[in-house]
């Protein structure tokens, strides 16, 4: 029988501070504006790749969430076959561009290594999150898929030591890989790395400027702290893809967001990040989750993402902010939103409590909606926590409380490490290649 070699890998999370929303190249996917997120933690949120090959795989497969295999056609690099005969999808390009360098780097290099650029995979991936919980999962997918079929090529080991991917010197970095990660979804670039992660727009043809650099490692600022407050758990209606292009054939705003407001932000945000300085950081995460919300608006038709309860937690994180700074001078909490209702809460941990505490109070939670990990709410379930608010606080800033389980759950989680090499236990395939 021959050889099935096989890696698995987890990739994290991550949730921009300064938004991408727009394309200026489709295929290769390369943004209209340069990006900033931070990497949550995969102990929460993450996705699992195991990927296989072998001389003996008959054809490529993949498994997505235990559902059942999708074939996927693959031109062989060495064969005549043009890459224009079969489908060329987001997913394929990712895989070409990992054997292409497979046989480069290694190959090429070392004629006794094993032939893998020209075999097939089988490749299975899950998210330990419900996709339903409404979080984006392509981010996480695409970066795990990629940093999985590196470590199988022997590209880059994701060496748990180094936050970076760039343990024991790879033959291809996290940063060139955020290359072929984007290709796949754009935001998945930013997963291949822990922490402050920034996606350069770049200005090339070629997109090989437009890629991942970590900023700062998680272990850099390990109070700040995210909670993700779950308002609808339902597909959106318009996918951020179709929507980012519709934005950039018509709204006027864009091109000043892009030209004027973006590159300002990002120095801002990084200096802010570099000085662990939460009131200019929260600030432009806010600001720029609004100017986001803005473009969608300023789309023709229209886009909305935000509902009523996202527009309440606006408003209530506005008011603890507003209280904050009269009697502290500082800011407490910062609120984004992606292309969906839900929101995520960016504060230092020691004001956890507190937040927590006000959204319960507006936002009853069905028992069992927020697992309290980190041990915030002393031991009570969520349901009977009351829900305190802190004094000079206006109660009426968000007209009466909503109903129990309007809010369908609470996810408290810190900020993560980029992708991690997983042993053979966590495998998604059992040794003959095949899920288990
Ligand atoms: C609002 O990365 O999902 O989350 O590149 O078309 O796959 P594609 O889009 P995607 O868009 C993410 C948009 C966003 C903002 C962000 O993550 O920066």
Redesign the pocket.
Known sequence: MSTIYQATTSAPVNI?CI???G?RDTTL?LPTNS?L?VTLSQNDLSSTTSSSTSPSFPTTLLWLNNLPPEQIDLPSLSSSTSPSAVADTRLTRCLLQLKKLRKELVEDKDPSAPKMSEWNLHIASYNNFPTAAGL?S??SGFAALTASVAALYGLNTFSSEQEQGQGNDPLVSASQLSLIARLG????CRSLFGGFVSWSAGSLPSGTDSLATQIAPASHWPTLHALICIVNAQKKATS??SG?QRTVQTSALLQHRITDVVPRRMEGIIDAIKDRDFDAFGRITMDDSNQ?HAVALDTSPPIFYMNDVSRSIILLIEELNRVSLLTSRHLVAAYTF??GPNAVIYAEEKHIPTIVNLVLRYFPLEPGTFEDKLGVLGGKDASQVGGGVPDGFDQGVVPGAFGVGTLKGLIHTRIGDGPRMLGKEKSLLGEDGMPK
């Open positions: 921009a938004k991408y929303w394309k996917i990006s997120s984006a392509s981010a979804s754009g935001s998945a951020s893809t980012m986001f992606d292309a």
